[in-house]
């Protein structure tokens, strides 16, 4: 059986791909920069999670916290890649 955190991650990964996919070339430009934000945002609610969590002695809330933060760093690399793909078209 897949844990939760793992399978938040899948599913957000997942959501990010697809996302970045369907855009394709006709994709607005702001998307990159919206997904660099959202990146960003993803990126303090998972510190924040992953402080409360050690504060707490709460291991899962931890784990939620430092997931939140991969994602928000992959989605941020992807909005930045997607920018830079786009700019040179």
Known sequence: MVSPARSNW??????IVS?????GEK????M??????????????G???DVVGAVRGDTAQQIKGK??????KLQEKLGKT???????R
Request: no cysteine; charged share 40%.
């Open 27 to 30: 994709g607005d430009l702001n």
């Open 19 to 23: 996302r970045t996919i369907e855009s």
């Open 10 to 15: 899948i599913f957000a990964v997942n959501r």
């Open 32 to 45: 990159g920069r919206e997904d660099v934000a959202a990146g960003k945002v993803k990126q303090i609610k």
């Open 67 to 72: 997931v939140q933060k991969a994602v928000g």
């Open 82 to 88: 997607d920018r830079s793909d786009r700019s040179r």
């Open 47 to 49: 510190k924040a999670n």
